[in-house]
Structures are given as structure tokens and as C-alpha cells.
């Protein structure tokens, strides 16, 4: 399976920077995308950015967030961060990686693997 571990998570003042780390390991070969999700208390959790781990990169971003995060990874894929600028109060929440796997060879099909979370929190 895949496992996933984040960090960078604090709290910094309204305006402020951030940048969250996610890395991946065991069976990274088979991870077909990463993301960022966030939950936010008494919300549910949305999606944040999103990139692709083949040898093109895609990514996608929520309206709430474009022009202000950016996704990236590294060559191998199996790192993945977020920054954060501008950051605002409303950008609180708990931020979780994501990766879309897909292990066909093992039977496990298609799943999501999910962080442990980190929290992110914006004063004004």
C-alpha cells in the first residue's frame, strides 16, 4: 500500500507563508495523481490543488485558492508540496494529502490514500 505523511502545518499571521510537505512511500510506482484536501470545522473536506506524477504535469486548483497556492512535486513524484502565500483567516482548516493509487498486480484496484492531517491556522 501507499502511505502518506505531511508536515509544515503552524500558525502563521493573516498575509503570511507556508509551505506543506507530503511524502509518499511503498508502492509509489502506483500512485496516478496527488493532492491537497482541507477540512475546515463544521465544512467538509474540499479539494485544494491537485497534480499529476507522470512525465507530464497537470494541476488544478480551487477558485478559493488560485493565484495564491501553488502545487509542485518532485521528479520522482513520491514528495509533493504546497505553497501557501497570502494566506487569510478563512485558509484555516486541516490540510491532508491525497494520492489516487491504482494496483491492479495486487488486486487492490483503485483507491485513495489519506495523510494524518496538519493544521493550518491563519490569525488576523
Not at 509544515?8 to 502506483?30: D, E, F, I, N, Y
Not at 491537497?36 to 473536506?45: D, H, I, L, M
Request: hydrophobic share 30%; charged share 15%; glycine share 12%.
Amino acid at each position: 500500500q501507499v502511505h502518506l505523511v505531511e508536515s509544515g502545518g503552524g500558525l502563521v499571521q493573516s498575509g503570511g507563508s507556508l509551505r506543506l510537505s507530503c511524502t509518499a512511500s511503498g508502492r509509489t510506482l502506483s500512485i496516478n495523481s496527488m493532492a491537497w484536501y482541507r477540512q475546515a470545522p463544521g465544512k467538509e473536506r474540499e479539494l485544494v490543488a491537485s497534480i499529476s506524477t507522470g512525465g507530464i504535469t497537470f494541476t488544478n486548483y480551487a477558485d478559493s485558492v488560485k493565484g495564491r497556492f501553488t502545487i509542485s512535486r518532485d521528479g520522482a513524484g513520491n514528495t509533493v508540496y504546497l505553497q501557501m502565500n497570502s494566506l487569510k483567516p478563512e485558509d484555516t482548516a486541516v490540510y491532508y494529502c491525497n494520492a489516487d493509487v491504482i494496483e491492479s498486480s495486487t488486486g487492490a484496484g483503485r483507491y485513495s490514500s489519506w495523510g494524518q492531517g496538519t493544521q493550518v491556522t491563519v490569525s488576523s
